[in-house]
């Protein structure tokens, strides 16, 4: 393995990058290069930044490796392919450190996937549990690891999107007339904190892969108009967040927190404010998208409820050897 100072020229970063793109996100996006190249940059200017890598290790407080280390790095692999990586950890904690696989020129398959376990050893200072890897077709690219035998697969985040102008034409489902109204960002944390704290203790573990919004990102939402208190029937019956964020190659509005109280719950109130949101925001080819951890499957039922699928995905990819991500 060499590491390479810089990283390849941004147009075959993004012909690696489309290629890891599923073809429902291809299609809905029609500045798709735009999409990636102002998602990739930040990462990309991180390659061999040793001042952002001092950072990265001053803030973890753990002695290991140089700045350099610490970086964003471009790895090349064998019969001439690269990939640009970042250390990480998982919810910041130190004891679940990974690599971050940000792009490759490597295909998106069981052969791909091979090539990409040559990255673990460059890491092996950090001790990385595995890597995290983008997938267009996460269930095919599950079945063709697992079909090849080259270790374990498990979902990160499921990637969940729908148009703004398909949610928006679909009829209302609720079994309450849901409306939308602005919140400040105080009083949103307050009820957001107070419904996950009913729900930690009606579905225990949830904490492990939901967590709420706290108020500085509310804040930002509310920022941009888009920070909402869910009312059913007129009366309170949860939070809705969005921010604008044309992550993963997606253009259009990411959902920050959607949350239902406990006496809303059962009566499509979810699917409803969604509904409501796609109908405020622009329809000229956005969508609405959010990350849902797979085990969250209420939160799944409502977001397919409200025209929205799965278009793409971030795996755990622990090859044979290597321990895996818990939880």
């Known amino acids: 393995m060499t590491l390479i100072e810089t990283s390849p020229p941004l147009r075959v970063v993004l012909d690696a990058a489309e290629a890891w793109t599923s073809w429902n996100v291809r299609d809905w996006s029609p500045t798709l290069r735009e999409n990636l190249e102002s998602w990739l940059q930040p990462n990309l200017e ?8 001092a950072t990265g290790r001053r803030m973890t407080g753990l002695e290991i490796g140089t700045p350099r280390d610490w970086a964003n790095r471009c790895i090349a692999l064998a019969d001439g392919h690269w990939a640009i990586t970042g250390i990480r950890f998982r919810g910041l904690d130190l004891a679940k450190p990974f690599v971050d696989v940000i792009a490759t020129s490597v295909a998106p398959s069981a052969d791909g996937m091979r090539r990409l376990t040559e990255l673990l050893p460059h890491y092996e200072d950090f001790s990385p549990l595995c890597l995290r890897v983008p997938a267009p077709d996460p269930q095919g690219m599950s ?27 679909r009829p209302p489902s609720a079994d309450d007339t849901v409306a939308l109204r602005e919140i400040d960002a105080d009083a949103a944390a307050r009820r957001t904190a107070e419904i996950y704290a009913e729900l930690a203790q009606s579905r225990p573990g949830i904490s492990e892969w939901a967590t709420p ?64 949101a796609a109908l405020l925001l622009p329809e000229d080819g956005d969508v609405l998208w959010g990350h849902i951890h797979p085990r969250n499957e209420a939160s799944l039922r409502n977001a397919r409820a409200a025209g929205r699928k799965v278009v793409g995905a971030t795996l755990w990819f622990a090859p044979n050897g290597y321990p895996g991500m818990p939880g």
């Open 143 to 169: 079945a063709a690891v697992s079909s090849a035998a080259l270790g374990a697969v498990t979902v990160d985040q499921l990637i969940v999107a729908g148009r703004v102008a398909d949610m928006a034409a």
């Open 213 to 276: 919004e706290d108020e500085e990102s509310l804040a930002e939402c509310a920022e941009e108009g888009l920070l909402f208190e869910v009312l059913a029937s007129g009366g309170s019956a949860g939070i809705l967040a969005l921010a604008r964020d044309d992550s993963f190659g997606l253009r259009g509005h990411c959902v920050q927190e959607v949350c239902i109280d406990a006496e809303h719950r059962g009566r499509r109130i979810g699917p409803a404010a969604l509904r409501e």
């Open 46 to 53: 991180r390659v061999g930044d040793v001042d952002w890598g």
